[in-house]
């Protein structure tokens, strides 16, 4: 199953997608009105297209109506069944993710075809994915990268390129920071697609959805009442997992009763991670006690950086 606004980028040293850049993680802007909202509702359930969707009661066997289109358990069946049979376990686990993923194609054409027939584009003989490639080009027209965007990116990853100097990747890295900087603008785009559009959802449905969903490691931490410090990980191209012994470090210093410590390992929780929109690792998500997340960082983290996340969190 693929998502259908994936953007192509460029693999530079790891065998996943480089590093992006550390930040504060970004806070969701929940309407005032949320008592019937996905994410008033269900804050950490949807992460795209579907996160301001409506929570109503539809018809039996339909879980998602918006004007004419819709999406019923039968859909739903089928999209599990096209996946690897490995996958078809975890993602019955998590089939609201897959409605979304599959939804969003269908949202995003038909926003397409509107704004691009508004404009009087020629759509000919294009195919669908040309057509949403088209209104995609458009909307990221604007977004650029500079030289010091570049520099930074390699200044706050460098341990990632073993050693190589920037003038040999600079030409690598300025493509995926781009093509990130647009993935996050599309990515942004869709998830307030909700509130352009009147999206509904099986109110009834969502609330078994997200019970199952949390059904893993990581979300059952994060509702434990601890700092949760979560990290998305494997083995690169570099050598052994960097992360393991910063872990190891970290367990053998901190209390376990004070805080959570999860490490995922990507290549087995693709379902999880991909919900977490973890696009490239080693990830590092750190979460308050409630369980909010409050800082998310992407490359190689030492253990002196992550305690300066946790004491800002209140773990000393």
């Not at 970004?26 to 992460?47: M, T």
């Not at 019955?92 to 949202?107: G, H, P, R, W, Y």
């Not at 290549?267 to 308050?288: G, H, M, N, W």
Request: with cysteine; aromatic share 8%.
């Amino acid at each position: 199953m693929q998502h259908v606004m994936k953007l192509a980028i460029v693999l530079l040293c790891c065998y996943l997608a480089l590093p992006i850049w550390a930040g504060e993680a970004v806070k969701q802007e929940i309407p005032k009105e949320q008592s019937n909202v996905i994410c008033g509702v269900y804050p950490d359930l949807a992460s795209g297209a579907l996160t301001y969707a409506q929570l109503s009661e539809l018809p039996k066997g339909v879980l998602l109506q918006s004007d004419d289109l819709k999406f019923n358990l039968e859909n739903l069946q089928e999209a599990i069944s096209r996946s690897p049979k490995p996958l078809q376990k975890e993602l019955t686990k998590n089939a609201f993710f897959v409605m979304e993923q599959e939804i969003t194609s269908k949202l995003i054409l038909r926003e397409a075809k509107a704004a691009l027939a508004s404009k009087d584009v020629e759509l000919g003989q294009k195919t669908e994915q040309q057509i949403i490639q088209t209104y995609v080009d458009q909307l990221t027209k604007k977004v650029t990268v500079t030289d010091a965007d570049i520099e930074q990116f390699y200044r706050e990853n460098e341990s990632i390129f073993c050693g190589t100097p920037l003038e040999k990747v600079k030409d690598q890295i300025g493509p995926f920071v781009l093509q990130e900087r647009k993935q996050q603008f599309i990515t942004e785009h869709l998830r307030t697609l909700g509130k352009k559009v009147q999206i509904n959802v099986s109110v009834d449905w969502v609330k078994d959805q997200a019970r199952l969903a949390k059904d893993n490691p990581l979300d059952k931490a994060r509702g434990n009442g601890k700092v949760t410090l979560a990290v998305f990980s494997a083995a690169s191209c570099c050598g052994p997992d960097k992360m393991k012994p910063v872990l190891a470090a970290l367990g053998n210093k901190y209390d376990a009763k004070a805080m959570n410590t999860i490490y995922l390992e990507a290549k087995q929780e693709q379902i999880l991670a991909a919900r977490y929109q973890v696009r490239s690792i080693p990830t590092q998500v750190f979460f308050d006690k409630t369980g909010q997340e409050v800082y998310r960082h992407v490359g190689f983290f030492s253990v002196e950086d992550i305690e300066k996340q946790l004491l800002r969190i209140g773990i000393q």
